[in-house]
């Protein structure tokens, strides 16, 4: 294939791509399975006001809505994936939307079981448990439902703030559309005197310009336009903010941070352990942005230089299949367990490889309990591919190994450790990498890309975490969110991270408005926890051998089975202290004492 040219997907070879067939053979194989979803919604009504009434009937009720949302799980899985392969297709576009409505009116059928188990006494469940071996299955399960009993309202109060469900998130969408589609960016020129229209997707290759006029003409013009329209975002963050606070009360929360972060049963404090630990760091990230001053040679540094390369770019130029023979090598310390599941996965159609016209952009990876761990990817032969590679695999084989060691009922994770086996994926990389660098320039440039992660997924999400704080809690204590407000927050808080060695340019100050994160409810934080904890487990494999990897593939295994918090405890990671995040930045500042030591040599 040659460069930059783009195939239509009957052109690339099936051994480049996913095994979706292993699924559904065709559309008729995926209709049986919605026929029999649409038999079982319909005939789930005979557990209405039955579900606690014995033991019997509550492991019957759990047992048909599992079936129920395990078939539209498979459906749904297929559908998305089959339109990401084009999703120009039409055939797929309303495969999709049929899958997705389904799913909808499934949750709408079953959402009486929860309310109907709360009315149970805690002391019959027991009993229960005591009568019907086979209800034991579903223990964690009632646990966690029972935990959450003062914040579940009643079947018909749940029913309301169900429906509601689109009015509380119009703020996000009203955000997306205003965002991604209706904002319009000046037009400025680049390094080659191209005109160019300044868009999201070329923004941050704007801002890696080696030409420094043009970063900080694209830096100025596109927060001038957000600067345009700072009261319009205000008023769309103000109103997300506002639906999480009244979710919060309406369930009996005591803040709309814990209504967020109960559904994992994760403590407060772990949000605030990572906030302090990551202030009692911030020395090394001064000194981090004091060499970038120093090796671009700048009289100051501004926020607009904080993205371009401060080491020569390396010409990487791996293939695919180069990429996987190094990305087996880094693994090896994971041990013959994980390193044949993975091997399953390169050879057994688990990877949807290369780009296509029509195929959705970017990675992830999906599947459902019964298939796969299937990958999509658009590889081109970039350092940054290879390790999308390894990330996206990370994932599946933590699916792989849930899959394989749970029940349906606890076959995923939370998204509180989600990122956690794809990080240290990714790290034991970088660490197999730099050790083998060929050069000094390669090495300087690796450690470059390890220092960034920790810049922009440590330092960068808790300082997003901790301005959601508080304006969270401005809100909650009667405050104002205001654009100025916002402005003056966001801008102090851009000061505290980067430190008095960097000019916090004022424009910096409307970046909150182009943020999706502060619409996602106390979602950032958990980048830069999973990013420590893998940081943690990383350097325990490496350091510890056998033990460490026996640990950690208990980990991988557990999937639900129970909270997050105590699935992590298994693989010698607690984050209920600060120990893993300080644990994290110690490698940060070693490799920060290193980089330092090789480039001003």
């Not at 009434?53 to 759990?62: E, K, P």
């Not at 960097?502 to 502060?518: G, K, L, Q, S």
Request: net charge negative; with cysteine.
């Amino acid at each position: 294939m040659g460069i930059g040219e783009i195939l239509d997907r009957e052109d690339i070879g099936n051994d480049s791509k996913w095994d979706l067939e292993s699924m559904y053979i065709d559309l008729n194989d995926w209709n049986k399975d919605y026929d029999r979803a649409v038999r079982l919604k319909d005939n789930f009504d005979k557990h209405r006001g039955n579900v606690s009434s014995s033991s019997r009937n509550l492991y019957n009720a759990l047992r048909d809505r599992e079936d129920l949302y395990r078939l539209v799980e498979n459906m749904y899985s297929y559908a998305h994936m089959k339109l990401d392969e084009d999703t120009r297709n039409s055939t797929f576009q309303e495969l999709n939307d049929r899958a997705m409505n389904l799913y909808v009116e499934i949750s709408d059928r079953v959402s009486f079981v929860v309310p109907e188990i709360l009315t149970l006494d805690e002391n019959v469940l027991r009993r229960y448990f005591d009568e019907n071996s086979d209800l034991i299955l579903f223990r964690q399960h009632l646990d966690d439902i029972f935990r959450e009993k003062n914040h579940v309202l009643s079947a018909r109060e749940e029913s309301i703030l169900a429906q509601f469900g689109d009015v509380v998130g119009a703020s996000n969408k009203i955000f997306s559309m205003l965002n991604d589609a209706d904002l319009k960016f000046p037009k400025i020129k680049d390094e080659n005197g191209v005109e160019l229209e300044i868009t999201s997707g070329n923004f941050i290759p704007l801002m890696e310009s080696t030409n420094r006029e043009v970063r900080k003409t694209a830096f100025t013009e596109l927060y001038n336009t957000y600067y345009s329209f700072k009261n319009t975002f205000a008023a769309l963050l103000n109103g997300d903010l506002k639906g999480h606070i009244v979710n919060s009360k309406l369930r009996n929360y005591g803040s709309s941070r814990e209504a967020a972060l109960s559904s994992d049963n994760i403590p407060l404090s772990v949000y605030d352990n990572l906030i302090l630990a990551i202030h009692d760091n911030m020395d090394t990230m001064y000194r981090y942005m004091d060499i970038r001053k120093k090796v671009l040679n700048l009289d100051e540094l501004h926020m607009y230089d904080l993205y371009v390369p401060i080491v020569q770019d390396i010409d990487f130029k791996i293939p695919y299949t180069e990429g996987v023979e190094i990305i087996k090598n880094a693994l090896k310390p994971l041990g013959e367990e994980y390193n044949a599941g993975m091997q399953e996965g390169f050879n057994s159609g688990w990877i949807d490889i290369f780009e296509n016209r029509g195929k959705r952009s970017g990675a992830y990876s999906g599947g459902s309990y019964d298939s796969k761990p299937f990958i999509l990817l658009n590889y081109h032969d970039t350092l940054d591919n290879v390790f999308t590679v390894a990330h996206e695999m990370g994932h599946s084989m933590h699916s792989y190994f849930t899959r394989k060691n749970q029940p349906y009922v606890y076959g995923n994770y939370s998204i509180f450790v989600a990122e956690v086996a794809s990080t240290a994926n990714e790290c034991l990389l970088l660490d197999y990498m730099i050790k083998n660098a060929k050069s000094k320039n390669e090495k300087l440039y690796l450690l470059n890309h390890y220092l960034e992660s920790f810049r922009t997924t440590v330092f960068r999400q808790t300082m997003f975490a901790e301005f959601e704080k508080i304006i969270h809690e401005q809100l909650e204590n009667a405050g104002a969110i205001t654009a100025d407000y916002l402005c003056e927050t966001y801008k102090d808080l851009n000061k505290l991270y980067y430190g008095p060695n960097i000019v916090v340019d004022e424009n910096i100050a409307i970046e909150w408005a182009r943020i999706p994160h502060f619409y996602y409810n106390y979602y950032v934080f958990q980048y830069a926890t999973g990013f420590s904890a893998a940081v943690t487990l990383s350097q325990r494999i490496l350091n510890e051998g056998k033990t460490a990897v026996e640990d950690y593939l208990k980990f991988l295994k557990s999937g639900s089975s129970d909270y997050p918090i105590n699935v992590l405890k298994k693989a010698g990671v607690d984050m209920t202290t600060s120990e893993p995040v300080n644990n994290a930045m110690k490698l940060f500042r070693k490799l920060v004492d290193e980089f330092e030591e090789l480039i001003l040599e």
